[in-house]
């Protein structure tokens, strides 16, 4: 499974989380034993706790010698000694045999302390021993069963030894209250360790499993990232940005919040769970079908709610998908949506998508919000069978009070355990779902990558790159209609090379397949006579400064974006790799420019590309200048002052080609002119690549390339082609004067 592929990379903090749980599993295990020993042995016996007292009576002295083996007594010699006023008192050394002390005391208290009625039958075996007819060992058995203690309960049995020896301490005088008091003090005190130390635990717990959840959140986030930013075009389209969204948000949030409940309460749920079954094995086996009863329970009513709910899960996260591409369309649409009086008919949609959602999401919390109150009625009729089978196995004597709350305690904990690891099965599959989707981002294979023997250093003129169209044919994916077809020409070195041609003639293909966002389906596009398939991606595009159709700014300063940086909150960032914008329509490519220069170190490039552009008297005008703040999408600046800050991103590069994807359609015809100007003084020996609409963007273009539904129908210069090209002829009778037409320059 996925959730465990992903911690099966961080052994060293599972293996640590789990040990901290054991021993977090110890302390909360022993807190109902010493709840028990608080009742059975600080209230019932009087906080006694050993058979062999502190203080002892003659009495009683003289019957441990008549009745213990030669080896006893002389135990007893060492570990009391007589306090010269017929008390003997406990020593050192006893204290340190205790263990052997009780083993030979218990049987003689009992023997020492026996009800009035059944005393005269102890004086008659003790007379027996005296005068050597019977043995000790003998004796002891015999009263011991005259007693009732034989063959009973191990509990009942050292309650009644314990009973005997606070009937002792008070014989010899000391305060049983006394001895209470202490005893509850102590085991109270140390209840409150442990449970200081079970907090301590949980806290450790808590703390590793939050941060292994939000390593793994990370590590997922950045290679789903360095994923999405190799994608080509077509890759993210196969998705939808949309869902790429929600598997990089909602569905990692979904994973990192599993792992932490996977690590701090379904791992700690088999621990105590066997712990628990541990314990109840040694408090009583008799009450043990009542757990397996509730356990029953806990498990049919999760199995049902799971096939009702593990479905919708599926669900949910396409509507999650549906919901984020219905708004993102929106926002993003909000002009036209407004424009053209919409708004009702967006609402109406997001209501629809939102709606499902809601549906769904209710579904799974009412089933979910069912499952906690039937376990807890599950957990109570369990406790109430215990305590009404458990009362007459008090009453008869074979077990004690607190042990029975001990048993209790035990039975909570074995049916919590098994309805922590019962929700287990709802929130996987959740999980489970989300990491599907992660891996489907992660395992997809990039139509556009390098080439296993691409080559290395294809590119080492410093000259205007040679860019050459060789029988290109090209379809979209999921398009039946191809968008090139069997296109030939060639861009010359330090030429000026124009496209233009119909809307959906494939103008912005061209640069697209230059730029290798997509991959030509025939035929092949070399840039210095070498196919770009067979170079790094890395290196094709270091050669080339692109300008994208629709021209994106990042956040940030003016600086950086023509600089190439992406400013976050906290500083520039490197640009994404060169994928394509997710808005731009299927002619379109995005907007990667590689690897850029820094804005603070070399803002006189900066400078001089933003006036080649026809930008640096608006940037200048600007309150802060070239550091003035730039909105997300450029949404603080005019579309044209956004398309040229975008040509001047371009040229603040060393591209030895130049593509302009219809880079000019925003500007007036005055700063259009005055661009190719600057463009030809100052960028002289560069490759230039220009899409257009307007012919007069491309009228002193050394070779322009004319396309009429993919394919090459003319090429030559403006006046061969008015001669020569039916298209291009009526593409600029619609277009130009008749002065322009007669080859005047336009400027």
């Known amino acids: 499974m996925k959730l465990f592929s992903y911690l099966s990379r961080h052994r060293i903090a599972v293996l640590l989380i789990f040990a901290l749980l054991v021993g977090q599993a110890i302390c909360d295990l022993a807190l109902p034993r010493f709840t028990s020993d608080l009742v059975d042995v600080g209230i019932v016996q009087s906080g006694v706790e050993h058979a062999a007292p502190e203080a002892l009576t003659a009495d009683s002295r003289e019957l441990a010698d008549v009745l213990l083996s030669p080896d006893e007594r002389a135990l007893l010699d060492r570990a009391y000694r007589a306090d010269g006023q017929g008390v003997y008192r406990l020593t050192d050394e006893g204290r340190a045999e205790r263990a052997a ?142 869902s790429l969204i929600t598997r990089g948000t909602n569905d990692i949030q979904q994973i990192q919040n599993m792992t932490v409940m996977l690590l701090r309460m379904v791992l700690y749920a088999p621990i105590l769970a066997v712990g628990g079954m541990i314990m109840v094995a040694r408090t009583d086996l008799s009450l043990s079908w009542i757990i397996g009863l509730a356990i029953a329970c806990v498990l049919a009513v999760g199995v049902v709610l799971m096939a009702l709910v593990v479905p919708r899960f599926k669900l949910m996260q396409k509507l999650i998908d549906r919901v984020n591409l219905v708004a993102r369309e929106m926002i993003t649409g909000l002009p036209v949506v407004r424009a053209f009086g919409r708004q009702g008919h967006e609402q109406a949609r997001f209501d629809e998508a939102s709606a499902a959602l809601m549906r769904t999401q209710l579904f799974t919390s009412r089933a979910l919000a069912f499952m906690m109150p039937t376990m807890m009625l599950v957990m109570s009729g369990a406790t109430v069978l215990i305590m009404a089978f458990g009362s007459e196995a008090v009453d008869a004597g074979s077990i004690q009070p607190g042990s029975l709350i001990a048993f209790i305690s035990y039975a909570m904990v074995i049916v919590m355990s098994f309805l922590m690891l019962g929700m287990l099965g709802f929130v996987l599959p959740r999980s489970q779902v989300a990491g599907t989707r992660i891996d489907e981002v992660l395992s997809h294979a990039v139509s556009v990558a390098d080439a296993p023997d691409a080559l290395a250093g294809a590119f080492c003129s410093q000259e205007g790159a040679r860019i050459e169209f060789r029988n290109v044919s090209f379809t979209y994916p999921d398009s039946d209609r191809p968008a090139l077809r069997d296109a030939s020409f060639v861009a010359e070195p330090g030429s000026t090379t124009a496209i233009i041609g119909s809307t959906g003639s494939g103008k912005s293909t061209v640069i697209s397949l230059i730029e290798r966002f997509y991959d030509v389906s025939e035929g092949a596009v070399l840039v210095d006579g070498v196919d770009v398939r067979r170079v790094r991606l890395s290196e094709l595009r270091a050669q080339l400064g692109y300008v994208p159709q629709r021209a994106y700014l990042f956040s940030g300063t003016m600086a950086s974006n023509i600089a190439g940086q992406v400013s976050g909150g906290d500083g520039p960032a490197p640009v994404p790799g060169p994928g394509p914008d997710p808005d731009l329509d299927a002619d379109s490519g995005g907007d990667g420019p590689g690897p850029a220069p820094d804005a603070a170190a070399d803002l006189p490039r900066v400078r001089e590309a933003a006036r080649i552009a026809q930008a640096h008297d608006f940037i200048q005008a600007r309150e802060g200048g070239y550091a003035s703040e730039v909105a997300q999408g450029g949404s603080n600046v005019s579309g044209g002052q956004r398309q040229r800050i975008a040509i001047a991103r371009a040229l603040a590069r060393d591209a030895r080609a130049l593509l302009f994807d219809d880079s000019f359609s925003a500007l007036d015809y005055r700063t259009d002119a005055a661009l190719r100007r600057a463009l030809a003084d100052r960028r002289a020996g560069v490759t230039l690549l220009i899409v257009a609409q307007r012919v007069a963007t491309v009228l002193n273009a050394d070779r322009i390339v004319v396309l009429d539904e993919g394919r090459v129908v003319g090429v030559g210069t403006h006046a061969q082609l008015m001669e020569d090209c039916q298209a291009y002829r009526e593409i600029a009778l619609s277009q130009l004067s008749a002065d322009e037409m007669r080859g005047g320059r336009h400027e």
Do not use: C, N
């Open 101 to 242: 002390l009780d083993d030979a005391l218990g049987p003689v208290l009992m023997l020492a302390h026996a009800p009035a009625a059944q005393r005269q039958r102890v004086d008659q075996v003790v007379d027996q021993v005296r005068a050597g007819s019977l043995d000790a060992d003998r004796a002891r058995l015999m009263v011991r069963q005259d007693l009732g203690a034989s063959g009973a309960d191990p509990s009942i049995e050292r309650a009644a030894v314990l009973s005997a020896a606070g009937a002792e301490l008070q014989a010899a005088g000391v305060s049983l209250d006394d001895t209470r008091m202490a005893y509850l003090l102590r085991t109270g005190g140390v209840m409150m360790g442990f449970v200081l130390a079970s907090g301590a635990l949980s806290v450790l717990v808590g703390l590793v499993a939050a941060r292994t959840g939000a390593r793994i959140g990370h590590d997922l986030r950045q290679q789903l990232f360095e994923r999405v930013t190799a994608f080509s075009e077509a890759d993210v389209q196969s998705f939808s940005v949309a």
